[in-house]
Structure formats: C-alpha cells, structure tokens
C-alpha cells in the first residue's frame, strides 16, 4: 500500500503503521486569513501556499484512509491538486483493500477523491463521520438557502457525497473505532469537524486535518482565523487546545495543510507555538 506517493513519510506507532500521502497543495489568497498583523501578511502576500495531505493507517487486518484528497474536482481551480489520482483505474486493487474511511470533514479537497461519475471508488470501505457534520452538508435546503457565491462549493459537496450514502456509520462526538484508532470532535473549521487520535502503548498521534490551515501563521499565531472556518471562535478554541495538548505531552501529530508530508510535534514559543519535523 505505501507506494502510492513518492514522497510519503511514514510513522511506526507500536502495531500501527501511519503513512502521510500527499495529494499536492493549493493557494489560497492572504486575505483568507483574518485578524492578522501586518507583518503576518507580508509573509504570506498575495498568496499562501497549503499542502494536501492525507493519511493511511495500518493495522494487521485493516487499512484505514483518513480523507482521499480532492480527486480531480478542483483542478481547474487549483491545478497542483488531485495528485493521488485515486480515481485511476490502475488503483481499483488498491482502492478495494481499503476496509474503513475517516472523513474529518466534507470539504471538497477531503472527499473529493472518494466518488467519480457518481459512484463510490472505495466500495469496500465503511466509511465514519460525524452525524452532525453530513446532516449539515446534505441538507436539502442548504443549497437552495445559501448566497450565490456559495452555491457551487455546495451543489459540489452533495454531488460528491450522493454516492456515499450508503457506505456510512455516523458518529455522535468521540469514538473508539478499535484499533487504536480514535475520532475527536473538533469542530469550528465545519460543524462537525474531526480529528484523529492514534494510541498504541505509550504512544500518541494526532491527525489535525484542518485544525490548522496554515503553518506559515497558524503555528506562531494560533488566534488567526480562516474565511473557511464555520464558527471562528470554535476553531480558535479547538486549535489551542489541540496545540496545547500536543506541546504539554511532546505527541506527534500530521496536519492536511502543512507544507510538507512528515510528521512533528510543537514547542512553545513567545505567544504561540514553533513546528518542529521529526
């Protein structure tokens, strides 16, 4: 299973094997991070660059995927996406030896690579996900309530999950998948936003996936808030407490938007936090 990104990294955490994928990156426009200072700014003008990353989690009879990338939905956007290609017909054996899906949230550039021309890629796979998160997304009324511009970001996340339905256990806060594979609710970035807690003795990995959305800001500054993000002031709290946890107790954590595929934990710095690849 490893071989399907070149530039994986990969973590061994007692009995799980946990191997960051890359799926390209974005760029996103500066002023999508708010109540920044100017000097902030100027680091990131006129744009920032985020990764894409995903992860695959290995145990001795499953295989895990947190998230699938943004398949090729938003290429005409942002063209440096969709790099795992998961819709490759060359990949339908890999795609079949997938036993469980994470979604942390449904984000296009999340589950876009989970369907194509309306069918499921990983029809093996029970896929897990917050109640709250796909109540919110596929509400029929959702779309037809919401602001011109907001329309086709969210007419693409229902026809992306349509064909998913199907294969879903929803969750309702934390939960213990078995495994030493845990799901935290984290939300602020989506309604239902959700992390992942890796355990196996003495070891701990957190996978943020959009808790943090840029390394560049967020890191030092974990105040700084994102255009994206459903409720502000829910993400911030969530990201300090996520960051906290992870500086007090040295755990090792990925997170989808930081630059690089590797994983790191933090340290404390002045008013914020410093990253720091293993």
Known sequence: MR???????TLALGDLTITS???GHLQIPSDYFLNTQ?????AVTPTTRIGANTWLIETKNRNVLVDAGSGSCLKERFPETGRLNWQDPDLELKRSTITDIVITHMHADHIGGLSANGNSLFPNAEIH?????WAFWTDP????????????MIGLIQALAEPLKNQLTQ????????????????????????????ASGREDCLLLADAVVSDKLQFSNPDITYALDSN????VRTRRTLF?????????FGATHVNTTAFATLTRREKGYAFEPL
């Open 244 to 252: 906290d946890k992870i500086a007090s107790d040295r755990i090792t």
């Open 129 to 133: 996900i917050q109640a709250r998160e």
């Open 3 to 9: 071989d399907i990104n070149e530039t994986s990294a």
């Open 141 to 152: 009324q959702l779309l037809s309530s919401a602001e011109d511009p907001q329309k086709p």
């Open 171 to 198: 969750h309702s806060g934390d939960v213990d998948l078995g495994n030493g594979i845990g799901l935290l609710l984290a939300q602020g970035h989506t309604p239902g936003h959700q992390v992942v807690h890796l």
């Open 38 to 42: 100017p000097h902030e700014r100027e």
């Open 232 to 235: 502000p002031g829910d993400a």
């Open 21 to 23: 994928l890359s799926d």
